[in-house]
Nanobody
C-alpha cells in the first residue's frame, strides 16, 4: 500500500512559479516510478511528468522546459517545480505511484487527493 499526500498548490500570476510536493508512505516508494498528472475542469486527467526510480524523467510537450520533476527516495517525496506558469496550467495536480510497461508509464490506483493550481492572467 502507498498513501500519497500532495501539497504546494495555490494561486499565482502568469509567469510565476510554484513547487508541488508529494509525500508518500509505504515501503514500495523507492521501487516505483512516480508521476504527476493534472486535470482541468471539463477535461480528462493528463500525464505531466514521470520520474523513474533512477531519476530518468519524461515530460508532456506542453510543460517541457518549464517544469522539473524530482524525487528523494530517502524522504519518500516527489516534487514538481513549475516555472513560467501559464493560465492553461490551471488544474488539480495529482501524484501517482505507478509502473512501467515497456517504455510506457502506467498509473496505478495509488493517487493523492490532489492540489489546486490556479494561474491568473
Amino acid at each position: 500500500q502507498v498513501h500519497l499526500v500532495e501539497s504546494g498548490g495555490g494561486l499565482v500570476q502568469a509567469g510565476g512559479s510554484l513547487r508541488l510536493s508529494c509525500a508518500a508512505s509505504g515501503s514500495i516508494f523507492s521501487i516505483r516510478p512516480m508521476a504527476w498528472y493534472r486535470q482541468a475542469p471539463g477535461k480528462q486527467r493528463e500525464l505531466v511528468a514521470v520520474i523513474s526510480t533512477t531519476g530518468n524523467t519524461n515530460y508532456a510537450d506542453s510543460v517541457k522546459g518549464r517544469f522539473t520533476i524530482s524525487r528523494d527516495n530517502a524522504k519518500n517525496t516527489v516534487s514538481l517545480q513549475m516555472n513560467s506558469l501559464k493560465p492553461e496550467d490551471t488544474a488539480v495536480y495529482y501524484c501517482n505511484a505507478g509502473n512501467y510497461r515497456g517504455i510506457y508509464y502506467v498509473p496505478s490506483d495509488y493517487w493523492g487527493q490532489g492540489t489546486q493550481v490556479t494561474v491568473s492572467t
